[in-house]
C-alpha cells in the first residue's frame, strides 16, 4: 500500500531545515531507492549531531543493530519511524528518501520523482502478488480437479476424493490473502483459519467417519488459534524490532498452552495430565524464555557503540 500526502504546515517546522513543508510517504515492503547512498546519508546525519548507534537506537525505540542495518544499506527504516527518524536527525522525510540534503529548487522535484518511483514499484509489487496468487489458486484447483476425476473414473462416484478437495479449499482460504497481499494478509490468512478450522475439521470427521477428529481436533485447536493470536498481537506490538523479547514472550505463552491441552487431552482420553515429557517441555520452554529475555536486555542495556563494519586501509 502507498500513501503520499504533501503538508503545508502554517507555521514553521522546527524539526525541518529546508522549506516548510514534507512529503510522507508509507511503503510497505518496498525498497527501491539506494538504500547504500541512504546509509551513508543516515550515518553523517547521525554523526553531525554527536550521536552514536546506540543513542538513537534508544531514542528511536530499536535496537543499535537495525541503525546499523540502516546504515550498512542492508535495510530501510521502517515508514512508522521515518517522521521520528528525521526529526532527530534534522531533515526532511524527502531528503532522507534522496539520500542527500537538498535545497530549495531541487526539493519539488526531488519528492515527485521519489513519489512516482514509489509509485511504479508499489504497482510492481501488486502486480507480482496478483499473478503468484492466480498462480497458487491455479495449482490448487487443477489438484482438485484431478482427484475429482480419478475418483470418477475409479469408482462412478465421489468416495475418497472429497478429503483432498476440503483440505485444499482450507489450504486455499488461509494461505491466498499471504500471497495476494504480502504482510498486510497475514492477518487476514490468520482470521480465516480461525474461521474456517472447527467446519473443516467437522467436514473431515464426517467424510472418513471418526468422531475423534471433531472432538479431539476441536478441542485441542481451539487454545492452539488462540495462542496463535496471541503470538500475532506480541509480534506486532513488540517483535518488530524487538524479536528477543517477543521469542522469550511467546515462549511464556506457550507454557499455559501446554497446560491447557494436557487437561483437554486427559478429559477425553483419560491420560494423565502431566508426564514427565511434559514437565520437560515446559521446563525447556521456561529456559527458553529466560535466555531469549536475558539476550534482549543485554542488548538493549549494555548495547553501546557503533556497529559499522568498518574497513581496513591499504598499507
Known amino acids: 500500500m502507498l500513501r503520499a500526502s504533501i503538508i503545508f504546515p502554517t507555521q514553521p517546522l522546527v524539526c525541518f531545515k529546508t522549506p516548510p513543508f514534507v512529503v510522507s ?5 518496498v525498497t527501491i531507492m539506494n538504500q547504500t547512498e541512504i546509509g551513508a546519508f543516515i550515518a553523517g546525519c547521525r554523526k553531525e ?3 552514536t548507534q546506540s543513542q538513537l537506537a534508544e531514542q528511536l525505540g530499536i535496537t543499535d543493530r537495525a541503525v546499523s542495518k540502516w546504515e550498512t544499506g542492508k535495510s530501510m527504516p ?9 526529526e532527530i536527525l534534522g531533515i526532511t522525510v524527502n531528503e532522507l528518501l534522496s539520500g542527500e540534503r537538498l535545497g530549495t529548487e531541487s526539493f519539488e522535484k526531488k519528492a515527485d520523482e521519489n513519489l512516482i518511483a514509489l509509485k511504479r514499484s508499489d504497482e510492481n509489487h501488486r502486480a507480482r502478488n496478483v499473478v503468484l496468487s492466480m498462480l497458487f489458486s491455479a495449482a490448487l484447483f487443477t489438484g482438485g480437479m484431478v482427484c475429482l476425476i480419478c475418483d470418477l473414473a475409479a469408482s462412478g462416484r465421489l468416495t475418497w476424493s472429497l478429503i483432498p478437495v476440503i483440505s485444499i479449499v482450507f489450504a486455499w482460504a488461509v494461505v491466498f490473502p499471504s500471497i495476494l497481499l504480502g ?8 482470521l480465516s483459519g480461525s474461521v474456517f478450522l472447527l467446519p473443516y475439521l467437522f467436514l473431515l470427521s464426517r467424510l472418513i467417519q471418526i468422531k475423534e477428529v471433531f472432538s479431539v481436533g476441536g478441542a485441542v485447536a481451539v487454545p492452539s488459534v488462540a495462542f496463535l493470536w496471541a503470538a500475532a498481537v506480541v509480534f506486532r506490538r513488540v517483535g518488530r524490532e524487538r524479536i528477543w523479547a517477543a521469542s522469550g ?7 499455559p498452552l501446554t497446560l ?4 483437554v487431552l486427559s478429559k477425553l482420553t483419560e491420560e494423565p495430565v502431566f508426564d514427565v515429557w511434559d514437565l520437560l517441555s515446559v521446563s525447556v ?3 527458553l524464555a529466560w535466555m531469549f529475555l536475558l539476550v534482549d536486555y543485554i542488548k538493549r542495556r549494555f548495547g553501546k557503540g557503533d556497529f559499522t563494519p568498518k574497513m581496513k586501509s591499504p598499507r
Do not use: P, T
Open 25 to 29: 510517504f508509507e511503503v510497505e515492503g
Open 249 to 255: 514472550l511467546l515462549c511464556l505463552l506457550g507454557i
Open 260 to 263: 491447557i491441552i494436557n487437561i
Open 78 to 86: 521502517d515508514a512508522s519511524l521515518m517522521l521520528e527518524l528525521c
Open 285 to 287: 520452554l521456561f529456559l
Open 183 to 190: 504482510k498486510r494478509g497475514i492477518m487476514a490468512s490468520l
Open 49 to 51: 549531531k554527536g550521536l
